[in-house]
């Protein structure tokens, strides 16, 4: 068996009829309480990020931006697991999670300054605006250890395994399947099952690790890992929204219940490039992504919703508003401009820091050293 | 004044222990770091009387316990790591470079990162591979991070409360040879803030400068070349990064001569930064070039040959004729 054919948790069928898998079953009264505006919102939250991701991927293009790792096609799991955490978990994206930084509140020209050369956070964890949701990290698995420290805080500090799922803390960390490869994935799972920290591990497969194919990174389907650490794991079809949804809810409660770390296998694909700087077309075949390209999550939740007899002013109204959005950003990303180089010197350290203080004042006593003189 | 004499190990431990009692979001992690008290016993005693919470026994997993020690620092917590030894710290090589040292710049400053490495290094106790390195220039060429090694009790059991306050990593490099040295504590005044370099011995002929373990040789060698009529000054260096200069280019205005004597490889390392850097700043003030004395640019050798290899009273000795002979 390939990773590709282990079952898993379905709601929605390829053509987006409601066709609960087995495995779906204990899932359906999370998704059976959603309301319409709920399941509207999730359609929204998809097709705008899509715009923007196009948008942001139009502008790497025309030289605005250095890099951009589209989301295209990842939409689904990304808003399911976001939309089910509460807003008091705390999430470690990875770098190519931009919905789930904007259903958490931060602006995606935050992320756009980072992609553009202006910043290398984006955003304020700290800020109650940004959600509690952490900067991006580049190094692959990296962020896994730290959601899994993080997590052990809150338990050691007594905010999460209260039995108060209104109140007690989660975290929700996201990976890929090339990431899974990396040895700190390992042992983040090692210290999460150790301490019993409420994590949950949330790896999209999006099959390809740049060019490398997930048959390369697992022999098994890489939802079987989690086993290995004890950790409870569900695969589910990442192309689902409501599926990504309720099995993330299901197993952030459990976690934040104090039954220790959850993991999820979300089984998606990436539509477009790994980033801006490769060419899907020399490592993999157009049957493929055309194959994939019938499991659009977008179309998927959009054929859903006309089923259960959404207007067309609704989908009007989101693409309008994913317009506005990506407008939106083009125009302000065109206009960010270096940072005050001072930036360079003020935080390397938090404490006063000697040779800072000498190298910066160098480098302003360089500069001033031109001024006047003829340009 | 309160003044008792002991052993580095127990100055340590005694620092840890003032330092946890000072701030309950301190907490220690490492491997054998509890029930055993460490490998080195620094940390004995500790779990028992502040629990299992505050002193944990990590899985054997050195990247796992930095990163997660990020991930605790994020929660708000002070965490103190223990690397078991100098050789084993590269697994964690990523999380200290890439992610620890770069985080508080990556949040241009809304993020703090109080972490404290402890990492038992160099030479002198006959161990085998990997248990006997000195990865210091590792560290000092990272920007981010904080370096400094103590080499007297005292030093030790203030460096450590002072490592754990600061808000930025510290990469607490401890001379595991000095383990046992004893020597006389303060226990309620603090000589010298964390980041400064320390003049331990007047001399006006030749200044000895060096870290760590080998403040102590250098010691020897200056009573060595005192009974030979050459009055050495020695200074600690202490801080590592950033280096204190002040004191080291007082010493070596007035001598006119200087000599580095470190454990670890002498390309690219600390003598050769603080050598450069005393050349550009005291240049009219030098009768002789800054010369080094280390260990050889090779992997650290089998525990029988390292006395051949660490840098003794011998060769800084002849590194200080050399310099006299200018």
Known sequence: ?375 | MTIDTMPMSKALNAGLRKAMEDDPRVLLMGEDIGRLGGVFRITEHLQRDFGDRRVLDTPLAESGIVGTAIGLAMAGFRPVIEIQFDGFVFPAFDQITTQLAKLTNRHEGALSMPVVIRIPYGGHIGAVEHHQESPEAYFTHTPGLRVVSPSTPNDAYWMIQEAIRSNDPVIFLEPKSRYWQKGEVDLEASALPLHASRIVRRGSDVSLVGHGAMVTTLLQAAALAEAEGTSCEVVDVRSLSPVDYGPILDSVRSTGRMVYAQEAPGHTSVGSEIAATVMERAFYALEAPVLRVSGFDTPFPPAKLEGTYLPDADRILEAVDRSLAY
Request: net charge negative; hydrophobic share 40%; aromatic share 8%.
């Open chain 1, 1 to 375: 068996m390939t990773p590709i054919e282990a079952p898993l948790v379905r709601v929605l069928a390829d053509d987006g009829s409601y066709a609960p898998s087995a495995d779906a079953e204990r899932y359906l009264p999370l998704i059976d309480a959603l309301t319409d505006a709920e399941l509207e919102q999730f359609y929204r939250d998809m097709v705008v990020i899509r715009a923007i991701d196009t948008q942001a991927t139009n502008l790497q293009r025309q030289g605005q931006l250095a890099l951009w790792p589209p989301s295209r096609g990842q939409e689904a799991a990304q808003v399911g697991s976001a939309r089910a955490a509460r807003a008091h978990d705390t999430l470690f994206p990875s770098y190519r999670e931009h919905v789930v930084t904007r259903i958490r509140g931060v602006d995606p020209l935050d992320i756009i300054r980072v992609m553009r050369g202006t910043s290398h956070g984006g955003w304020n964890p700290a800020d109650a605006r940004n959600g509690n949701t952490r900067i991006y990290t580049l190094v692959l698995g990296s962020q896994t250890l730290h959601a899994a420290g993080y997590a052990m805080g809150l338990s050691f500090d007594g905010r999460t395994g209260t039995g108060d799922v209104e109140r007690d803390e989660a975290v929700v960390v996201y990976y890929g399947d090339g990431a899974s490869s990396q040895g700190d994935v390992h042992e983040a799972m090692v210290f999460a099952a150790s301490y019993d920290a409420p994590v949950l591990f949330f790896l999209q497969n999006n099959h390809w690790a740049i060019s490398v194919p997930v048959e390369t990174q697992s022999k098994v389907p890489l939802v079987g890992r989690g086993a290995g650490y004890g950790i409870p794991s569900v695969r589910v079809d990442g192309n689902d929204v409501l599926a990504s949804y309720a099995v993330s809810r299901t197993l952030l409660d459990e976690a934040r219940s104090g039954l220790g770390p959850r993991a999820i296998e979300a089984v998606t694909y990436r539509m477009g490039a790994h980033t801006t700087s490769d060419d899907p077309t020399k490592y993999r075949g157009s049957d493929e992504e055309q194959r994939w390209a019938q499991r659009d999550p977008i179309a998927r939740m959009r054929a859903f919703l006309e089923g259960r007899g959404a207007s067309a002013s609704v989908f009007d109204d989101v693409d309008a508003e994913a317009a506005d959005a990506a407008e939106d950003l083009r125009a302000r990303a065109v206009t960010l401009t270096s940072p005050e180089r001072s930036l360079i010197f003020d935080h390397v350290y938090s404490d006063p820091h000697p040779l800072m203080a000498e190298q910066k004042k160098w480098l302003n006593d360089y500069e001033a050293s031109f001024e006047g003189s003829a340009s």
